[in-house]
């Protein structure tokens, strides 16, 4: 049995039934062990997505799951009409984008593969796309210079005097839009840093795996961001845009306060501890939102403030100032210049009020003006 027969058929598996659960996961492995495949290896390819992107799929089983119970219809074995009937609900009723309904059927054939290949349903998928209405310009409905003015004001300057609390969330913001990273990227940046002619060097923790990393295509494990000395003086007032002055200070500030953990960024009210995702997805937020406190909501109407517009705004206010696509591109570790096109780039406005003077910035690791 432990030799191979070219001559003998394969081995087939007669397929049981089986019953969808409200967790995505235990779902998949139903099926694979219907299909006869051991546990070990059911478990094995349910792991094959990163935790960010299961979190996304489980959130769109959810949805479509309940869609089935709702019509006593089975989630784990829709017939292909159904499946058409509720990418036909996604679009008309909730108002779905195409590419938002293509990850539901992603969602979809993760449990039923038929899913994923079935010609009718990639046509009903094609009429969607000539029916849907023509996309109004992207606008990040925020104004960077807004945010760095504020930035400058007495709450976070002078910045040896800042609490703890505002050096973070302006250091935070600052390499944000220099390096362009996402904020999981933030989290996992280790505390060794080198500061050297003007910029920082910094890289990630080991154990980190970014969310576009594979095998084939590693992410750089070291990177760098450029500061402003090298453009401007210390008494200029643009410094305090400075992403590698900010870092310097923050560095210095939590050298005797860091224990237990190798994380560059910290909690505010226990910095033994590493400051979490979600806690800098929300600084950001909330230094968004009231920076633009003062600004009339005709504006700039802040319906949905989101931490990773900073990335489209980095990447957007480098290209609009004739940053070269391809650098920008390898900057932020995209495979192609599509992934910008198709969700980064954005319509940016500036110079609202007296902010057009704020001087020059670091954004995508290029010093602008």
Not at 243 to 269: D, N, T
């Amino acid at each position: 049995e432990g030799r191979s027969d070219p001559s003998a058929p394969l081995r087939s598996h007669t397929r049981r039934a089986f019953h969808s659960s409200s967790s995505r996961l235990v779902t998949v492995e139903r099926r694979l062990r219907a299909e006869g495949f051991s546990k070990e290896v059911a478990r094995l390819a349910t792991k094959k997505v990163r935790s960010s992107t299961s979190q996304l799929y489980q959130h769109r089983w959810a949805i479509f799951r309940k869609w089935c119970l709702d019509r006593g219809v089975s989630a784990a074995s829709t017939p292909v009409n159904d499946v058409a009937e509720f990418f036909i609900f996604l679009f008309r009723t909730k108002k779905l984008a195409v590419p938002t309904i293509e990850g539901y059927r992603s969602v979809i054939s993760s449990v039923q593969p038929g899913v994923g290949t079935d010609q009718t349903l990639s046509d009903v998928l094609k009429a969607f796309s000539q029916e849907a209405p023509a996309a109004s310009p992207r606008v990040v409905n925020w104004n960077l210079d807004v945010v760095l003015k504020f930035l400058r004001s007495s709450e976070f300057e002078p910045l040896n005097q800042a609490p703890l609390r505002a050096l973070t969330i302006k250091t935070l913001f600052l390499l944000a839009l220099a390096s362009a990273r996402r904020m999981g990227e933030l989290q996992a940046i280790s505390k060794d840093v080198g500061f050297r002619s003007g910029c920082v060097q910094l890289s990630y923790l080991l154990s980190f795996v970014a969310k576009n990393e594979t095998r084939a295509h590693p992410i750089p494990r070291v990177f760098s961001v450029q500061g402003l000395s090298s453009l401007i003086g210390p008494r200029d007032r643009g410094i305090l845009n400075c992403p590698v002055r900010a870092l310097k200070e923050y560095v210095s500030r939590l050298l005797p306060l860091r224990v237990g953990h190798k994380h560059l960024f910290c909690s505010v009210s226990k910095p033994s501890r590493p400051l979490s995702k979600n806690a800098i997805s929300f600084f950001i937020r909330d230094l968004i939102r009231r920076a633009h406190e003062g600004v009339p909501s005709d504006c700039f109407p802040l319906y949905r403030v989101r931490a990773h517009d900073v990335r489209a705004v980095a990447t957007s206010f480098a290209f609009l100032r004739n940053v070269p696509l391809q650098s920008i591109i390898d900057t932020v570790n995209w495979k192609t210049n599509s992934v910008f096109a198709s969700h980064y780039l954005k319509d940016l406005a500036f110079q609202y009020g007296d902010c057009h003077s704020l001087g020059p910035v670091v954004a995508t690791n290029s010093i602008l003006n």
